[in-house]
């Protein structure tokens, strides 16, 4: 018996040791670090995140463009296992965000729980490393961040470009608030600027489901009064109670140097250890490298006139191959201009095995710039004598618009008679190549209507979000262009303006593609309305398979918005549609489609939505206005304008007849500049 006693003693003893050790592991989560010289090796870094080892800053990102950087600590903060224990942590973090010189803003950074180190699938940008558009708002992320953003991406519905968030599983922010901390002396907010450059304090405080997020300068000491305070379940984000802790940061064409100067963490905020600010890292500061004196451009100059004059009839031929068209104007486009050697070289001397497809105004090649990764060259004829400084002035302008889903226009060159527009390279090809052309796969109904609805997206943010309102002037389904996973794309910004105060452009600018021209070009001019009607008719073109005007078609079948009205009102939608879909999709999203596509170009353009309600519309957020076949202007055909005195019409026909050299077309192909009035 005194055996058995002494056997069930040792056993309680091993349990209880057991779970003492367990619990000990879930507590010694605290750590302090003034510098990060003694934490680096407890530290995982990866993506451009790296250590400056003579002063122990943590920097995250740096001066280079489409990147993010990660810090985490190595070991998962453990919330405990037992269901009834009080959740709790605190944090303390001393961060700067230094604006690169020269450059307008940057993204943020943010503090993150998650449930993986391995964030590497996320996107830079907007996305802050955090997420992709995949990943973004699903619960499977399992992850909680808090955001210091000074980017206003529309989105997300972000209030400004200089704001705190919380995010839990969506950089839509559950509660967010300009930056600025409580002054205790003063007893009021002060407005506080993240991309100053200037060392920000930030705790973030975690007790019985409430957040608290507090900021202030670096002399401060913590304000009374948090700046967020918000109810979180940690449980509910983070079913295994256990997370990673850290930090992650992004660039993108905005580019700014994010820098952790300290880091103090614990279970609990009375056993948060305080950080001492003297023994922090200094912040190191880009120099602004100063211009070239006078006296040293000028022995530039001599030299190179020396060294012209030796090279002699060697260096004449190269500068004939590589000559461009520069004018003193364009010296304010400095970056976005390329030169026209470096797409030489990139296209491989704009090498026909190259050539992705040729129109009539215009080839396009694809090619490979370091640092930049694949592109579009689209080489086009132009005449130097009017409205190329305002057109360059667009073209430039309309490079800086950031959305999703519109396709980068990075820049331009002008040699010649020729101008150079060099865009991103889509390898998905354009949405008319899986529509007409053999060599591509018949594109699934979900795959179409997803296309749909990114386009609406990118064309909703022409007319809304953008600092100015934008027409894009030829929305058809060869300037749709697709990636790899098949996501839309708006492209070819050539024919796009700015609308001032969302005023009609001239008719004598009237400009498009055959059938998706409104009735109303050749005399209001241009429009969101006539951009509306474009987009109705390509929502039909992608639904039924057909160009919206086809010659060699039957008369009652050659004008697409008058077939599909026709098989609307005998009842029959369903006989508009694509025949390669094998009826295979959902009736009830084909029908709201093809009535959506027919309310945009009704031939009465007060009747058309605007592109915010065709997003809410095609989202299923708001049921389609009723309206039936005979209500008037739906179903009436755009007669086919051939022939005005001042107006650029590019051609189905030409269109159909474009040939590709590539499977991976990366721009449109049929393609109308017009300078001046009707440029």
């Not at 304000?223 to 930090?247: M, Q």
Request: hydrophobic content about 40%; charged content about 20%; proline content about 4%.
């Amino acid at each position: 018996m005194a055996q058995i006693n002494h056997h069930l003693l040792l056993l309680l003893s091993v349990i209880f040791f057991a779970n003492l050790i367990s619990f000990s592991c879930q507590q010694d989560l605290s750590f302090v670090y003034n510098g990060f010289n003694q934490g680096q090796a407890i530290l995982h870094l990866d993506g451009v995140a790296r250590f400056q080892n003579s002063d122990g800053l943590l920097q995250l990102t740096d001066a280079t463009a489409q990147k993010m950087g990660h810090a985490f600590f190595n070991r998962r903060f453990d919330f405990g296992s037992v269901s009834s224990q009080s959740l709790s942590f605190s944090t303390h973090f001393v961060c700067a965000l230094v604006p690169k010189p020269g450059a307008d803003g940057g993204h943020g950074i943010a503090f993150v729980l998650s449930s993986s180190m391995d964030l590497t699938q996320a996107d830079p940008t907007q996305y802050l490393g955090l997420f992709n558009i995949s990943t973004n708002g699903s619960p499977s992320s399992q992850l909680l961040a808090i955001e210091l953003d000074t980017v206003q991406s529309a989105e997300f519905d972000d209030i400004d470009k200089n704001h705190v968030g919380i995010d839990v599983n969506s950089l839509q922010s559950v509660v967010s608030a300009p930056a600025s901390y409580y002054s205790d002396r003063e007893r009021t907010n002060k407005s506080l600027t993240l991309l100053s450059g200037d060392p920000i304090q930030v705790w973030i405080d975690y007790e019985d489901t409430l957040l608290n997020v507090t900021l202030a300068p670096i002399r401060d000491q913590k304000p009374s009064k948090p700046l967020l305070s918000r109810t979180i379940n940690l449980t509910e984000i983070f079913p295994d109670r256990k997370a990673f802790v850290g930090f992650s940061a992004a660039t993108g064409s905005l580019i700014s140097y994010q820098y952790i100067l300290g880091w103090s963490f614990s279970r609990s905020r009375v056993s948060l250890q305080s950080l001492d600010l003297s023994k922090l890292p200094s912040v190191p500061r880009p120099k602004i490298h100063k211009k070239t004196s006078p006296l040293l451009i000028v022995l530039l100059v001599i030299l190179a006139l020396i060294v012209m004059v030796a090279l002699g009839g060697v260096f004449v031929y190269r500068r004939k191959k590589y000559a461009e068209v520069k004018e003193p104007w364009e010296k304010e486009y400095g970056p976005l201009r390329y030169s026209y050697k470096s797409l030489y070289k990139a296209t491989r001397g704009f090498n026909k095995d190259d050539r992705l497809g040729k129109g009539g105004f215009g080839e396009v090649y694809k090619g490979t710039l370091p640092l930049v990764g694949d592109i579009a060259v689209k080489r086009l004829s132009h005449d130097a004598e009017q409205g190329m400084k305002q057109f360059v002035a667009e073209v430039v302008t309309m490079g800086s618009l950031q959305h999703k889903n519109l396709v980068p226009l990075l820049g331009y060159c002008r040699r010649k008679g020729e101008l150079l527009l060099v865009s991103k390279y889509m390898e998905g090809g354009s949405v008319d190549q899986y529509l007409f052309h053999c060599d591509k796969p018949p594109l699934s109904w979900s795959q179409r209507l997803a296309i749909l609805k990114d386009i609406a997206s990118a064309l909703c943010y022409l007319h809304t979000g953008a600092s100015q309102v934008v027409l894009h002037r030829d929305i058809k389904a060869s300037n749709v262009m697709l990636n790899g996973n098949l996501q839309g794309f708006l492209g070819d910004f050539g024919m796009a303006r700015f609308d001032d105060n969302g005023a009609n452009l001239s008719a004598t600018a009237a400009v498009g593609t055959i059938g998706y021209m409104a009735l109303e070009l050749t005399s209001t001019g241009t429009s969101t309305k006539t951009d509306v009607y474009a987009f109705g008719a390509f929502m039909l073109e992608v639904t039924c398979g057909r160009r919206p005007f086809d010659p060699d078609m039957p008369v009652e079948k050659r004008h697409l918005v008058k077939w599909v009205f026709e098989c609307w009102r005998k009842g029959s939608l369903d006989e508009a549609v694509d025949r390669r879909l094998r009826s295979k999709f959902i009736h009830g999203e084909v029908e709201m489609v093809l009535k959506l596509g027919l309310l945009c170009t009704s031939i009465v353009p007060d009747s058309r939505p605007t592109m915010e309600q065709v997003v809410q519309y095609i989202n299923r957020h708001k049921t389609l206005p009723d309206f039936s076949p005979d209500t008037p202007g739906i179903g009436v055909s755009t007669p086919v304008l051939m022939g005005l005195p001042s107006l650029a019409i590019t051609s189905t026909s030409m269109a159909s007849s474009v040939s590709s050299s590539s499977a991976n077309n990366s721009m449109f192909i049929s393609h109308t500049i017009i300078y001046g009035d009707g440029r």
